[in-house]
């Protein structure tokens, strides 16, 4: 198994590091790290380094870091506009595109959309997304965290102005003619995936998406969950891209 992987606000220039916090608690107390064992740090945006545990204590480890590095970001640049769901199926759905790939996650206030994000009931609901995200990019040693983007969620309106700015642009419709598999991808830039909630995007927001630059696009015979199609959407992606 490959060594775990830790977050941490900025990698140290020395080569010692106490490890405390939440990281530290997580690493001394729920994966019992010992004397001698290796792990992964990372700063969330490309910076690396591999350390050695040279003392356990109370919710903290001491650390001789052994190499450091630094991994480009990926490009292009994926962006997946999620609608936001009911319950659980958004968080399962940020989960999994994180641990696949994907670059930044917006929250998109569908007209379709069961769930609402209003108040602190929404900027709760962004900051779970946004935990689910860390905790899923430590999970698949990923040196870059996803941004989750909205305050806390982003509007239609919103999401055309971003569709038109991207150097390509789908949107996931069961009815589309285009398959993602065979549609054209830029080399750089930004590419903007929609997907719809569970009562899919309605005709107005197909058309505003369209009108901005999005292409709609297909996966196969089959109607997806909202959180399903986009982790489904981004391994074609990937393996197109070669990420894969």
Request: glycine fraction near 16%.
């Given at each position: 198994m490959s060594a775990p992987l830790?977050?941490?606000?900025s990698l140290p220039t020395a080569d010692s590091l106490?490890?405390?916090?939440?990281?530290?608690?997580?690493a001394a107390t729920v994966q019992r790290l010992r004397v001698g064992e290796e792990l992964l740090l990372a700063d969330g945006r490309g910076g690396t380094a591999t350390a050695v545990v040279t003392a356990v204590g109370r919710g903290s480890l001491e650390l001789e870091l052994t190499s450091r590095g630094y991994v480009d970001a990926p490009v292009p640049r994926l962006?997946?506009?999620?609608?936001?769901?009911k319950g659980d199926r958004g968080e399962l759905a940020v989960q999994a595109m994180t641990e696949v790939g994907v670059d930044e996650i917006v929250p998109w206030a569908a007209s379709?959309?069961?769930?609402q994000w209003?108040?602190?009931?929404?900027?709760r609901a962004r900051e779970k997304w946004v935990a689910t995200a860390r905790e899923a990019a430590k999970q698949a040693r990923r040196p870059w965290l996803p941004v989750v983007a909205g305050s806390p969620d982003e509007s239609t309106?919103?999401?055309?102005?971003?569709?038109?700015?991207a150097a390509g642009a789908f949107v996931l419709h069961e009815e589309a003619d285009d398959r993602l598999t065979t549609a054209p991808l830029p080399d750089t830039g930004e590419i903007v995936l929609v997907v719809g909630p569970e009562g899919g995007i309605a005709p107005a927001e197909l058309e505003?998406?369209?009108?901005?630059?999005?292409?709609?696009?297909?996966?196969?015979?089959?109607?997806?969950?909202?959180?399903?199609?986009?982790?489904?959407?981004?391994s074609v992606l990937a393996t197109r891209l070669s990420r894969w």
């Open positions: 830790f977050l941490v606000d106490t490890l405390g916090g939440p990281e530290g608690h997580h962006v997946v506009v999620q609608g936001i769901a379709r959309s069961v769930a209003r108040g602190d009931r929404g900027v309106d919103r999401v055309a102005r971003r569709i038109g700015g505003a998406f369209a009108a901005a630059g999005a292409r709609p696009v297909r996966l196969g015979p089959s109607v997806l969950r909202t959180s399903t199609a986009g982790v489904a959407a981004l």
